[in-house]
Nanobody, 122 residues
Framework: VQLQASGGGLVQTGGSLRLSCVPS????????MGWFRQAPGKEREFVAE????????YYAGSYKGRFTISRDNAKNTVYLQMNSLKPEDTAVYFC????????????????WGQGTLVTVSS
């Protein structure tokens, strides 16, 4: 099973990007899906998560209001819309999937994508 993340790139401060994640199997529409990121020299951290219906969304506090996670199960795709980007948002962003919630249950996702690099220039 693979998670294919895309949409990263170079953007100026204040700009926007939309990341996409497509699981290789349609059964992932029943999983919690999330985004994590890892900045240079730092540990991987949680960004956002969405339940399989798309009705519950959770964010790390610092991203709430700037980032929006969504999913389209018909297209088997999860998105992360990132607005008002800052240089400190520069990181590799990873898509992840799991049967349980990382946000509520603290369960590390079972599946991870390869990551997509986001670079925000000042």
């Amino acid at each position: 099973v693979q998670l294919q993340a895309s949409g990263g790139g170079l953007v100026q401060t204040g700009g926007s990007l939309r990341l996409s994640c497509v699981p290789s199997e349609r059964t992932f529409q029943y999983n919690h899906m999330g985004w994590f990121r890892q900045a240079p020299g730092k540990e991987r951290e949680f960004v956002a998560e969405i339940d399989w219906r798309g009705s519950r969304r959770y964010y790390a506090g610092s991203y709430k209001g700037r980032f929006t996670i969504s999913r389209d199960n018909a297209k088997n795709t999860v998105y992360l819309q990132m607005n008002s980007l800052k240089p400190e948002d520069t990181a590799v962003y990873f898509c992840a999937a799991g049967e349980k919630s990382y946000y509520y249950d603290g369960v590390v996702p079972d599946y991870w994508g390869q990551g997509t690099l986001v670079t925000v220039s000042s």
